[in-house]
């Protein structure tokens, strides 16, 4: 069982995904989302810290496409389990709470950027199923 369970939404546009990167805990890139709370579903979980990380946004068009396990970003030896959503976002996101930038992440980007779980067993799953465009380093 991971020691975290998280919601993160997948958000693409023109081929880039929206990614997040941390005021503190890690400088790694990150996807929109957040820790569930006791009797939050992840959809529930997904919708508040959206509004939270990005501002006055709301997701559209909710759907479900895995879930995965993998190390923690800046949690040496902790596991997250990210329970990911793709969805459209209404409105204009923006860096807010623990958010210190918003980034465009595309397939000529450098992996090293990302967190172990997008980098290792996120992106290589959604790049096999077609979701996201092959990765061009």
Known sequence: MADYHKAGLLYLKDGRVLLCRKKDTTSLLILPGGKLEPGETAEECLRRECREELG????????????????????????????????????????????????????????????????????????RRGLVAPASY
């Not at 946004?57 to 800046?74: C, F, K, N, P, Q």
């Open 56 to 127: 006055e946004v709301e997701i559209t068009g909710l759907r479900h496409i895995g879930d995965y396990e993998s190390s923690a970003a800046g949690q040496d030896g902790k596991t997250v389990k990210i329970e990911l959503y793709a969805g459209e976002l209404e409105g204009t996101p923006a860096a807010h709470s623990e958010i210190q930038d918003l980034v465009w992440f595309g397939p000529g980007d450098d992996a090293a950027l990302l967190a172990l779980s997008l980098r290792n067993v996120i992106f290589p799953d959604l790049r």
